[in-house]
């Protein structure tokens, strides 16, 4: 053989060997609850820095959006994983005998607060019963039920939030509801002045955010699939809030030209300092990190509230299988 021939020989080799090696990424679509943002960051970093393509995935984000339900494509089969927004949907999915499963949790806390403006004598949670509350029909539905039941709260002090800040910023008496990821930030940009937080997971509503879902007949047949897909979601969401994120949030940019830098730093910023993705039993067992324990007492919370039925078998809404192992615990920086 020729120097020639054996080195097109050896190129050959090495090109089926790549093919061969991208044949065996399995393909996997994960659905988000909206349109592309920081909220997601984690999944778009482990998609654009490789880790699920190192985990044997080759992964297709599906955006959501205000006219889009993906969640409903997920029991149906056109998606694998699906993000939820809280425990809420789980729990309602058990009642519905939807066969879904919540298999981790990327928010140790839910990102939903209430804004006020300074200087009103605002200084506790409780002061909130003084104002007037915009809050949306969902929020009505979910977690001020837990504030009336649990605090005290009363309903002649709502009035309808309908995204847009202006009744807020128009009465200093009034609380306004948003995310301390998003909405703080279009305060201070639009009306130049900084709102004080008040974050519902640090006053009682401990629910999990951010749930990975996905079908139970996916765990049963396939749990190595969806134990890659866990693990490598946790390292993404590792490296957004302390790695180097940039070409994570270059690919947000790219899904959703809207969002901005500025607006992307203020959230991970303010993720990292109220402990949205790594907190409490995190810090410990790992991002994704779930317990019996405070699922436990979230449902009781919803039982008492009237939100979700006292017999319902919350048990089946998640499982603690895939997480609790310390993954991507290595990559915290070292203090």
């Known amino acids: ?28 679509s994960f659905a988000t609850n909206w349109v592309a943002e920081p909220e997601h960051g984690g999944f778009y970093q482990a998609l654009a820095d490789g880790t699920y393509r190192k985990y044997g995935l080759d992964v297709t984000i599906v955006q959501g959006g205000p006219n889009v339900n993906n969640r409903l494509l997920l029991p149906v089969g056109k998606i694998d994983f699906y993000l939820s927004a809280n425990l809420l949907q789980a729990f309602d999915a058990v009642e519905q005998n939807i066969p879904t499963i919540t298999v981790a949790a990327m928010f140790q806390k839910d990102p939903q607060v209430f804004l006020v403006h300074p200087d009103q004598g605002v200084e506790k949670f409780e002061d909130l ?15 001020f039920q837990w504030m009336k039941r649990d605090l005290g709260f009363s309903e002649d002090k709502v009035k309808p939030y309908t995204f847009n800040p202006q009744p807020f910023l128009a009465d200093k008496k009034s609380a306004m ?33 951010t749930l990975i879902e996905t079908r139970r007949d996916l765990v049963e047949k ?3 699939l969806v134990q890659r897909f866990v693990d490598a979601s946790i390292i993404g969401w590792t490296n957004y809030i302390y790695g180097d994120n940039k070409a994570a949030n270059a690919l947000i940019k790219k899904h959703n030209p809207e969002m901005t830098d500025e607006l992307m730093a203020y959230s991970v910023a303010r993720m990292k300092e109220y402990g949205i993705v790594d907190s409490g039993d995190s810090l410990k067992l790992g991002v994704g990190a779930m317990t019996d324990a405070r699922i436990a007492d979230f449902f009781d919370k919803m039982v008492r509230a009237g939100v ?19 993954v991507g615990n290595d990559l915290r920086p070292k203090k």
């Open 129 to 143: 019963k003084n104002l007037t509350l915009f809050i949306s029909k969902e929020g009505i539905a979910g977690y």
């Open 308 to 326: 979700v039925k006292a017999g319902t078998d919350f048990r089946k809404a998640y499982t603690l299988r895939f997480i609790n192992k310390g």
């Open 177 to 209: 509801q948003g995310y301390v990821t998003s909405e703080p930030y279009a305060v201070e940009k639009q009306a130049h002045f900084k709102p004080k937080i008040f974050l519902l997971a640090d006053h009682g509503f401990n629910t999990y955010s």
């Open 1 to 28: 053989m020729t120097r020639r021939k054996w080195i097109q020989a050896i190129a050959a080799l090495a090109l089926g060997a790549a093919s061969a090696q991208a044949q065996t990424l399995d393909k996997v």
């Open 222 to 224: 396939n749990p190595d």
